[in-house]
């Protein structure tokens, strides 16, 4: 297993757990915790998936997401109140995983042959979307649409991929361009850069 | 028109009927009310079809679905009233259709290569994400989350049918399933069971 | 740019408009802003492309969509206040629009071989879906599911252009059909039509 499918299966495991954790607040039983933590963490990759047309999805190809989604749920079970006193370490594995998901989404929809401004499109939809899914499902307004810079983080780090793979080799590459999701995200935070939009 | 096209027919009628109930009781419009219908009817065999690239859809090849979906409109607009007091012929069709839907997303998945867990998963899909699109498209939480063991009862069914296809004739295989269904979501809520997750 | 490139880039720029006004009134930062205008303005042709099993989906072969959405937010921006007041206008293009989105969306499925009665569906739920998943990212019941005759001003049209085509040109049978459209939807407003459903 390479350093892509580690941190790949990390940020699968830790979009499921915000999901169940969100079906665990709203008193969801067990089939709604588990639904909402499989839509969080796979809902982003699959809708990029259905867009560019690579079907079946790609979670189908390989069962291992299930089990990793699955072995959130007794994390859940027994360590409910911890993990909400482990936001720091959440946030890292989380700004990991959209870094990381941004990439492999941007990577694989440049390989369908589309252009570089939609292979951004569906980098930032495959960091973003199972958290829109699991908003919507839980009746709630998408966190993304009014709280921090979490899809400018993608964008930028996306950006930054397609620029210095043109210099540099690709593992490279892609090394800086996570950093940068996670740079913009924790300067985002640490600044509290907003991107508020008052009209006139 | 066998036995299976049948039941198919029926459970595609009484989740019609479902949508265009919760759609009346919202004050939807004639439009809304049909929107409601179809797609509680059609949206968990159309999610399935969409995720293993099965297109164009199941529903477009066959007109069929449409007129037994909009023939539950009068009886709707004449029966409102009645339709809350035969609960109980509903429910039975209503499980009925879940049995027949999971059995039958099953079966498509694995005709398409996938995996038997895979197949599981997209039975489950095809039976109760009709539902789930009814909720979100009203307004609600999707019941399912919160509400006794339906999710359940289809995954118990399916791993019956897995098992008994082994050593059984197909149609045998079917049925036997297609009871458990039955059967699970009887005692579940006979003996009031629940999947209730409380975590420490 | 022939006249039906000019009404499709129009209608795409209203409904991009319709998407972010919502937005701003609740309050979405600059993200959830472009993603409502967005998907707002592309959501109803992406469903149907899905559906039919057309993809990578339209709007992934021509940026032009995208820059013409984007185009929206300094309108947004500048003349939050005048567009509210402008309400006679964007009632024109947005039925200039709907009209010709059922008319494209039928077209496209008929060369895709469906039959006409998929074909009219089609042609509605490229005109009214756009609508339908801005209001459930909002988290709003969909407004076309109680207001106006709205989706059967285009069922109304998408029947016109069926019979007309027969015996007319192509054009001319587009241009009387997208009119029905605006008949349809003028008429209904003016005469205060409804489509209530009030069951015995």
Not at 31 to 37: A, H, N, R
Not at 100 to 116: A, Q, R
Not at 181 to 186: G, H, Q
Request: aromatic letters at 12%.
């Amino acid at each position: 297993m390479n350093l892509i499918t580690l941190i790949d299966f990390t940020g699968t495991f830790v979009f499921a757990i915000s999901g169940m954790l969100i079906a665990i607040d709203k008193k969801f039983d067990l089939f709604g915790v588990i639904i909402l933590g499989v839509v969080t963490a796979i809902g982003g990759g699959t809708l990029r998936d259905v867009l560019i047309g690579s079907t079946p999805v790609s979670w189908m190809q390989n069962e291992t997401y299930f089990y990793i989604i699955l072995s959130g749920l007794p994390i859940c079970y027994f360590f409910n109140t911890s993990i909400h006193s482990l936001r720091k370490g959440i946030f890292l594995f989380d700004t990991l995983g959209i870094g990381l998901f941004t990439i492999l989404g941007l990577k694989k929809t440049l390989e369908f042959g589309l252009s570089p401004s939609i292979a951004i499109t569906m980098g930032i939809v495959s960091a973003v979307f199972g958290g829109v899914i699991r908003d919507v499902l839980a009746n709630e307004i998408p966190l993304i649409f009014r709280k921090e810079i979490y899809a400018f983080a993608c964008l930028f780090g996306a950006i930054v991929y397609l620029a210095t793979r043109l210099i540099l080799p690709e593992p490279i590459a892609m090394l800086i361009s996570i950093l940068s999701v996670i740079l913009i995200r924790i300067l985002s935070i640490k600044r509290n850069w907003t991107l508020a939009f008052h009209p006139h």
